[in-house]
């Protein structure tokens, strides 16, 4: 997501309480994505998810007046989620065996909810690293690692050369500073190309 | 609430250790945190490794964004409307969904902005040529028997019927004598084609644009089964001793003999099926299998997740697709433009779209600009379409925020 100086966030949060829409929605932007990765797997159910985030949103934005800093709402989102999800779990007239295990962890201890914010908001932590990659280098990031696709395709899709992609991967493998995300993105050959820059 | 302070300090902690920007202090912490208990070990151990945390950031990115804030912002509009007072915030919020489809343009930041939004860079490397008009769709489809032969059918005709010796046209001209009667055979109509089809046991059907119908030369037995890949409308012959059904994805339809409409196009959500006449039963073939019992004027919808719901619907909507006209009654945009995109032969990146709902009626054999034309005029976006130089035979509608 976008990097956002500590001035704007001022400037978000305080026209977010005096209802500005647009910054409602940036705001949405911000935490929509974590917040169905945290809730998909607990109901098991992608849509499901999808309903709960939109309600816990609605909420944040009926309750706009009353928080106090941006990280306010990020607890305030989770804590809802959260009790989107138990609710719903209860509610189900039928579960399957992952609900069922869900519903009696989160009756029992916070340890679920925990380790599933912790893995959402690493991959969020992540996700912003690879916003800010360059326009290109990220496009070709993101077709290599989340898409799955080789060179001659993205070479295909952007329409540039083979050339142009194995260079913008390798600035991405560059980059990024994660260890886990450059190999995503390498293979072997252009990784021992890189250890040969290493060592000269 | 302690406990979010604590899954943010971590993921904090172990976003640095990932990235190796970690001070000492902070290691220790990080090293004190995963010793103190065995699962939070096991949380470390299992999570963040490459192929793991890859599959888990795929999962992360496929969040359909345009559906959740859909959800939201219709929330939200519902309040406003149930308080007069609020009509300048309405209209607001009215505009924001527009402004959404920009964001999101804006905020995928991935290839798909690369190719809508070309800088002057990437315009060298990607020349788009616009594309005045597409004609509408006709009778066009391709018959394949089980052996790979393809036939291209006539343009003139409306249709092919399966006899006991042969496969002719509705008039009767010869297209196959004597076909292998135990074959499978597959009905297919490309983009902007549709085509009718008599079975062998006398059931029509109607097969909309990009759908595919396989089913065999002669029914025998207790079951007549076909499989339906896309829309089309079916008037089963009655046989009290043979079922009739038809599968698609994740779901069966099973009849004696009635009239009835399924829409199952794989880039859709929903599969949705209607009733006209008689009674259906609509299975959901899914791991955890459940069924309605449909009554005429009732229609089902079997989403992805496996929800099967039965409400009443408008019959005449959903099969004036076969009567020639695009009948869209509060029909979100994006269903619209993928309906179109299946007759006029167009490519579309439906996430890009925003959801409005629109009302009208369109007849179905005016040329796109005129269609579009329609389209601008009641929704207030304008449309372009292009060609894809780089692959040649893409033609591809974009939306144009203003």
């Known amino acids: 997501m976008t990097q956002v100086t500590l001035k704007d966030q001022e400037h978000l949060f305080e026209s977010f309480k005096n209802g500005d829409e647009k910054s409602f929605a940036h705001i949405f932007d911000i935490h929509y994505r974590s917040l169905c990765y945290f809730a998909t797997p607990i109901t098991q159910d992608a849509l499901q998810a999808e309903d709960i985030v939109a309600d816990c949103m609605y909420k944040l934005w009926q309750q706009r007046a009353t928080f106090k800093t941006l990280q306010n709402i990020k607890a305030f989102l989770y804590i809802s989620c959260r009790n989107a999800c138990l609710n719903h779990l209860r509610n189900l007239k039928r579960r399957n065996s992952a609900q069922e295990l869900y519903l009696s962890q989160l009756e029992s201890s916070e340890d679920t909810i925990l380790y599933q914010i912790i893995e959402t908001e690493v991959l969020s932590l992540l996700d912003d690293e690879i916003e800010s990659l360059p326009e290109k280098c990220r496009a070709v990031f993101k077709l290599i690692y989340i898409d799955n696709k080789k060179t001659d395709e993205i070479a295909a899709i952007l329409g540039i050369s083979d050339k142009t992609v194995r260079g913008h991967k390798a600035r991405a493998i560059e980059l990024l500073k994660t260890q886990l995300l450059k190999k995503g993105v390498s293979s072997l050959i252009l990784l021992a190309f890189l250890f040969l820059i290493d060592a000269s | 609430m302690e406990t979010i302070e604590t899954a943010l300090r971590i993921s904090y902690l172990i976003n640095a250790h990932l990235r190796g920007t970690i001070s000492d202090i902070e290691e220790q912490e990080l090293q004190k945190w995963l010793t103190s208990k065995a699962d939070n070990r096991a949380h470390f151990d299992s999570t963040y490794q490459q192929d793991i945390l890859q599959q888990k950031m795929q999962d992360y990115q496929h969040v359909d964004k345009a559906s959740v804030w859909r959800k939201t912002s219709d929330k939200i509009q519902n309040e406003l409307e149930q308080q007069p007072k609020n009509k300048n915030l309405r209209q607001l919020f009215q505009k924001i969904t527009t402004a959404a489809a920009a964001v999101l343009l804006l905020s995928l930041g991935t290839y798909y902005i690369l190719l809508r939004q070309p800088d002057t860079q990437q315009q060298n490397e990607i020349a788009q040529t616009e594309i005045a008009d597409l004609p509408a769709g006709t009778n066009r489809a391709i018959l394949t028997l089980e052996n790979g ?117 794989t880039d859709e959500p929903l599969i949705t099926t209607t009733l006209l006449e008689g009674s259906v039963r609509v299975i959901n073939t899914a791991a955890q299998a459940s069924s309605a019992l449909l009554k005429p004027g009732q229609q089902s919808t079997l989403s992805s997740s496996g929800q099967l719901k039965v409400s009443t619907a408008s019959t005449e909507d959903a099969i004036a697709w076969k009567e020639n006209i695009f009948v869209f009654h509060h029909t979100g945009l994006q269903t619209i433009l993928l309906e179109l995109s299946r007759w006029y032969n167009f490519n579309i990146d439906i996430h890009t779209i925003p959801n409005n709902e629109l009302y009208g009626e369109i007849p179905k054999d005016l040329p796109l600009s005129e269609v579009l034309k329609v389209l601008s005029d009641i929704s207030g976006y304008r449309f372009k379409l292009i060609k894809d130089e780089t692959t040649k035979e893409e033609r591809r509608l974009l939306l144009i925020n203003n």
């Open chain 2, 149 to 265: 032969q393809s036939i291209d059918l006539s343009e003139q005709e409306t249709g092919i019927v399966m006899n006991g010796e042969s496969i002719t046209y509705k008039d009767g001209s010869p297209i196959l004598s004597r076909p292998e009667e135990s074959q499978t055979l597959t009905l297919h109509t490309p983009k902007g084609g549709r085509y009718e089809l008599t079975l062998s046991d006398g059931t029509k059907v109607w097969l909309n644009a990009a759908s595919t119908l396989r089913y065999p030369a002669r029914f025998n037995g207790q079951e007549r089964r076909v499989q339906l890949d896309g829309e089309a409308y079916f008037e089963v012959a009655h046989q009290s001793n043979s079922t009739f059904k038809v599968a698609s994805s994740v779901q069966e339809v099973s009849v004696l003999g009635t009239h009835f409409n399924v829409k199952a196009y």
